[in-house]
């Protein structure tokens, strides 16, 4: 079993900034990989960005390249999602995933096998 609890959303202007943090516990952190995915209301969960067990290897939504960096510290069992120039079009709940390890970053739902809470982000206009 693992778990998986994020923190750091909240509200922010656009154009702004946030640096969610996901902290994992009851499971080999570093010989996971690990996911950010959103949901907007009424939308299906889409993947954010992903980052392999070693932290190596990432992968990005065309939707936020350039504009988010995921990153981990295996000492402190975290994953981070930085976003900068936030829209408000990624007003969603983030959520934090963890999965098999594998060289090359998952990018689809069905890949993960834990799943955190969710933290909320808005962005305002």
């Known amino acids: 079993q693992v778990q998986l609890v994020e923190s750091g959303g909240g509200l922010v202007q656009a154009g702004g900034s946030l640096r969610l943090s996901c902290a994992a516990s009851g499971r080999t952190f570093s010989r996971s990989n690990m996911g950010w995915f959103r949901q907007a209301p009424g939308k299906e969960r889409t993947f954010v960005s992903a980052?392999?067990?070693?932290?190596?290897?990432?992968a990005y939504a065309d939707s936020v390249k350039g504009r988010f960096t995921i990153s981990r510290d295996n000492a402190k069992n975290t994953v981070y999602l930085q976003m900068n120039t936030l829209k408000p079009e990624d007003t969603a709940v983030y959520y934090c995933a963890a999965g098999d390890r594998s060289i090359i970053p998952q990018i689809g739902v069905r890949q993960y096998d834990y799943w955190g809470q969710g933290t909320q982000v808005t962005v305002s206009s």
């Open positions: 980052i392999n067990w070693r932290g190596g290897d990432t």
